[in-house]
Each structure stands twice: as structure tokens, then as C-alpha cells.
């Protein structure tokens, strides 16, 4: 099984703040990796993908970055309606995801 | 648009069987051009791959669940159905179906269900 280890879990950030969270994954995946928003009750949705490409219809503050085994997804300035878990995939082998970052706005 | 559709038991007892419906509106789900997947999300915790579907004889299982799934496809009614044997309550959750995209250069589940609660309780 690969692992992805997100970090933060959770974090609190003002709007217009710069927010960065990290995926790390147990084994090298090249850049086989997507980006997922959750809000709160709704189905996650396809932001980011592989590692750096922005979904059609995504909003540019919204980016990627990363090979290997450590990735990095980025909000250039954090808006309300950005208020969601974060989820990290892989797609090397089968498919496995991080264990979310909850963002919220202080 | 395609649209996916959720549907089943919102209670199923321990050792029995969870069977959910997933059905596909917007695009023929035998087409070969997708595969069609279900993914899980227990209660504030985070999502899990159970398994896709290409076609009928194209299936892809978690290995931590391969024992107790099966996906199948009903492609006269243009739905795609998930069985889990043996329930515990481990398996409660929301579970969500979804369009797995594979192309050259993006790989991804780009459309989703609104999902549905699956408790499993006596």
C-alpha cells in the first residue's frame, strides 16, 4: 500500500492569506497525484491533477506543485468560499488518499 | 451533463450484505470510455477506494476489501452496483460513486454522486 501522510490536519488562516499544505508519499509516484476540495456535506470535487495541472473551471489561486515524494498545494489567497477539507490521491498504484486538511478562516 | 445517483439501504445489519445502485445519467456506462467507481468516507474521517468497473469482465478491487467486494454492471438500466459482504460496523459510511477518467495525461474521479449514509447496526 503506498501512504500519504498530510500535514497540517487542520489550520486557520485570514482572508487573502497565503495557504500551503503538504502530501508526503510512502514511496516515489512520480507525479501521480490529484488535489480534492470537500466542503462540508457535498461530494469532494478534482482541483488539482497530476501534481500541478489545474482542473478546467478551477480558479488560478488554486495550485500544485511537487514529484516524487513530496507535494505541495497552495491557495494564493484564501477566500470564504475556500472553507473545505482538502484531500490529497495517488494514482501510481491503485489509489490512495491523504487524510484531509481541514481549512477554515480565522 | 453526467450525472450519478446513489441509491440503496440507509440501514443494513452486521453480516449481511450492503447493496448499493449507482445510476449514470449523461453518458453510457457501456461505452468502455470510463470506468466507474465507488469510494467510501466514514463519518469525519477520510475517503477510501473500494473498486472500479470497466466493464463487465474489467473489474479492479482495494485489496483491503477485494474478499468482500463485488461491482457489477446492469448496462440495459445504465447503473453500476456495489456488494459488500459480511458488514460490520466498520463499514458504516457515506459512500459515493464516481467517474473514474483515465486519459494520456489525467487520471482522475472528475464526477461524483452526492453520495449516501450506509449504517450498519442490529
Known amino acids: 500500500d503506498i501512504r500519504m501522510t498530510q500535514s497540517p490536519s487542520s489550520l486557520s488562516a485570514s482572508v487573502g492569506d497565503r495557504v500551503t499544505i503538504t502530501c508526503q508519499a510512502s514511496?516515489?509516484?512520480?507525479?501521480?497525484l490529484n488535489w480534492y476540495q470537500q466542503k462540508p456535506g457535498k461530494a469532494p470535487k478534482i482541483l488539482i491533477y497530476?501534481?500541478?495541472s489545474l482542473e478546467t473551471g478551477v480558479p488560478s489561486r488554486f495550485s500544485g506543485s511537487g514529484s516524487g515524494t513530496d507535494f505541495t498545494f497552495t491557495i494564493s489567497s484564501l477566500q470564504p468560499e475556500d472553507i473545505a477539507t482538502y484531500y490529497c490521491?495517488?494514482?501510481?498504484?491503485?489509489?490512495?488518499f491523504g487524510g484531509g486538511t481541514k481549512v477554515e478562516i480565522k | 451533463q453526467v450525472q450519478l445517483q446513489e441509491s440503496g439501504p440507509g440501514l443494513v445489519k452486521p453480516s449481511q450484505t450492503l447493496s448499493l445502485t449507482c445510476t449514470v445519467s449523461?453518458?453510457?456506462?457501456?461505452?468502455?470510455?470510463?470506468?466507474w467507481t465507488w469510494i467510501r468516507q466514514p463519518a469525519g474521517k477520510g475517503l477510501e477506494w473500494i473498486g472500479r468497473?470497466?466493464?463487465?469482465?474489467?473489474?479492479n478491487y482495494n485489496p483491503s476489501l477485494k474478499s468482500r467486494v463485488t461491482i457489477s454492471v446492469d448496462t440495459s438500466k445504465n447503473q453500476v452496483s456495489l456488494r459488500l459482504s459480511s458488514v460490520t460496523a466498520a463499514d458504516t459510511a457515506v459512500y459515493y460513486c464516481?467517474?473514474?477518467?483515465?486519459?494520456?495525461?489525467?487520471?482522475?474521479?472528475?464526477?461524483w454522486g452526492q453520495g449516501t449514509m450506509v449504517s450498519v447496526s442490529s
Open positions: 490521491q495517488q494514482y501510481d498504484t491503485f489509489f490512495t
Open positions: 468497473i470497466l466493464t463487465s469482465w474489467n473489474t
Open positions: 464516481a467517474r473514474h477518467v483515465l486519459l494520456r495525461n489525467y487520471d482522475a474521479f472528475d464526477v
Open positions: 497530476a501534481a500541478s
Open positions: 514511496q516515489d509516484i512520480t507525479n501521480y
Open positions: 449523461g453518458a453510457s456506462i457501456s461505452s468502455g470510455d470510463y470506468y
